[in-house]
């Protein structure tokens, strides 16, 4: 190799317009997906601008650096998956996605999230799991559709406190993030959390909700004579 010569990154596969046809799936009830997976892709092909009106777009398993700002022209899709590429961040166009219902930026590079992303009021399911994240926006509590929430596989240390202002939130996963946890008011802890579940007490059966709230118990007693003069 010649010296001062730099190495190029992998190039990826290029796909037509007419590729990106035969790749639309129309469903029973009716939706259109385009589903180019799989396909290599580096970037996010211009052509399929033509094809805005879909109801769910599949761009997942590539090697995408970057969400193009034309993704606001896909304004009817209501699923949008990116997951498995070399996404850093996601532009702030994404907040104009309004029908958007389940966004899958799941195994990615991402270290942050815009604020426009609090804009998707008909978001059910956000998938933040294997990225780099350590914080959430604030505008992620004014999502109050959102049922499901994954953040698995990331650098958080505490949970998010946007998330308690998700009133329907039913489910969150934090497996494998770097929680602290208290032990005492001079003294933290870190552990890497093989299993970390939040869901609401309405969504545990009776047996279920009665071991949680006998645990709950223990520890608070174990809190209290810990202070015990």
């Known amino acids: 190799m010649a010296k001062g010569k730099k190495t190029k990154q992998a190039k990826g596969k290029t796909i037509t ?17 385009l589903d180019l997976s799989f396909k290599e892709i580096s970037t996010v092909p211009k052509c399929i601008q033509k094809l805005c009106d879909m109801d769910e777009l599949d761009l997942s398993r590539n090697m995408i650096r970057k969400v193009p700002d034309f993704i606001e022209q896909f304004i009817s899709i209501c699923v949008l998956d990116l997951h498995s590429n070399y996404l850093e961040q996601i532009p702030a166009t994404i907040g104009r996605l309004q029908n958007l219902m389940l966004l899958n930026l799941c195994n990615n590079r991402l270290t942050s999230l815009p604020s426009e992303i609090g804009l998707l009021k008909k978001l059910h399911t956000l998938n933040l799991g294997l990225n780099h994240l ?22 958080f240390t505490r949970v998010p406190g946007c998330l308690t202002r998700l009133d329907k939130l039913e489910k969150v996963n934090l497996d494998r993030n770097p929680i602290i946890s208290e ?41 209290e004579r810990k202070y015990e003069p």
């Open 183 to 223: 032990q005492s008011p001079s003294h933290e802890s870190i552990a890497i959390t093989e299993r970390l579940y939040l869901v609401k007490e309405s969504f545990l059966c009776g047996d279920c909700l009665n071991k949680c709230q006998t645990e709950r118990k223990k520890l608070e007693d174990v809190e």
């Open 17 to 33: 317009l007419k590729m990106a046809q035969n790749c639309v799936q129309l469903a029973l009830d009716g939706k259109r997906s």
């Open 134 to 155: 350590d914080a959430l926006p604030a505008s992620i509590g004014a999502l109050k559709e959102l049922r499901h929430i994954g953040l698995s596989d990331n650098r």
